[in-house]
């Protein structure tokens, strides 16, 4: 369907996303900037169009007026806590009123389940609508019943036409409505197959206009495949208010959503839900959760105090450091940045003389998450001491910091409250930036501070 047969008067276009040129027909290589397959169907602006592309919200183009900043009207802005506090905590407090949310994902991964959960919980409040291009009515009322879930007041329409959706919700729109998925959705107006990039964005730029002018809370589901080719949420992430992305790993039961961007909250922030025979439980606690229990030391393993969001986590980095039959060795990692690796390897060898070119190096976070932050540098540069020299490092120590390429160990944010959430857990010895060391001693807690990594080397 790449051709633009029956058009209706020359409304849709095909763009080359490399130089911005348009062409009413579609050509695998474009003629302008000679990039192969940059062209997507897109639709035209002209002034024949009554419905203006739209990326952001751009207001009544007819009773718009420039107007004061403090001026602006905020009141109309509220906030409705979900009820599931580790949604809330996500979302930044909680729905907006006219907001759009993007929750991605990979498929099975605990989307519609969440969603599912939220609507139900609400929709004794507030009028809620589940829109599904996905499962049936009766696929989605059997996972409620099973779940438990209330849906007396609760909207089932399984419908993937944009414009019919928008129809029926117009007269009486609901306070919170859920898309499951975008993927699914298409628009009558572009010909293309629904799932590609031009009908995911047009789509959704229709449902963030009325989300503006109705004030109706809209989440967007979206698949994020793994190699990402597909039209995945990565475009529509500049359109909406909230993205949020669920990470985990399948096998185990623990699900993350993280905030990638949030227009009302902070970023970054970790939800933590397990994946249960009744659906999603919030774990509320979660500081421990992330660590494998031992019964005796073992070497390549050390605890990291790491702080996703707004409350520290205790999660173990292992490590394993093997000899390597390839003459360009291995540097893997799961939950971390490959690079970032590299990187530290490279200081290692650089200042303290500890070569690895001939070894296999991999490192895991365990339970699944990503640790963005460079907090993670020396307990990864630990473990990987630990495995290569097969030396265990005690049960009881964490560690953090960041490392710096001229052989420094830099300090971080939030060091007291680390520590002391790593005291609570039992951990009796700690390894931290000098910069980090508490003033006064945390109970319980032996404090190591250091300025260098070759400080670090004499530790074990
Ligand atoms: P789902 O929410 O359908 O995933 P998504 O919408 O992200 O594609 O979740 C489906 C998975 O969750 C499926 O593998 C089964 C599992 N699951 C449970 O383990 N317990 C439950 O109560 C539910 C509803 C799903
Ligand atoms: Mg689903």
Redesign the pocket.
Known sequence: MRKNENSRSGKTLFVCSGCGSQFPKWVGQCPDCQAWNTLSESLSVGKASRNPRFDGYAGDANQNRIQVLSDVSTEVRSSTPTGISELDRVLGGGLVTGSVILIG??????????LIQTLATLSGAIPALYVSGEESPEQISL?AR??GLPGERLGLLAETCVERILALVRTDPPALMVV?SIQTLYTEQLQSAPGSVAQVREAAAQLVRFAKQRGTIVFL?G?VTKEGALAGPRVLEHMVDTVLY?EGESGSQLRLVRTIKNRFGAVNELGVFA?????LREVSNPSAIFLSRHDQEVSGSVVLVTREGSRPLLVEVQALVDDSPLSNPRRITLGLEQNRLSMLLAVLHRHCGIAMYDQDVYVNVVGGVRITETAADLVVLLAVLSSFRDRNLPRDLVAFGEVGLAGEIRPIPNGQERLREAAKHGFRRAIVPKANQPKQKIKGLEVTGVERLSDVLDTF
């Not at 994902?105 to 969440?114: A, E, Q």
């Not at 994946?275 to 659906?279: F, R």
């Open positions: 994902g990979d498929p099975g991964i605990g989307k519609s389940t969440l996972r099973r779940l499951d589901v698949h669920f994946m249960t025979d009744k659906g």
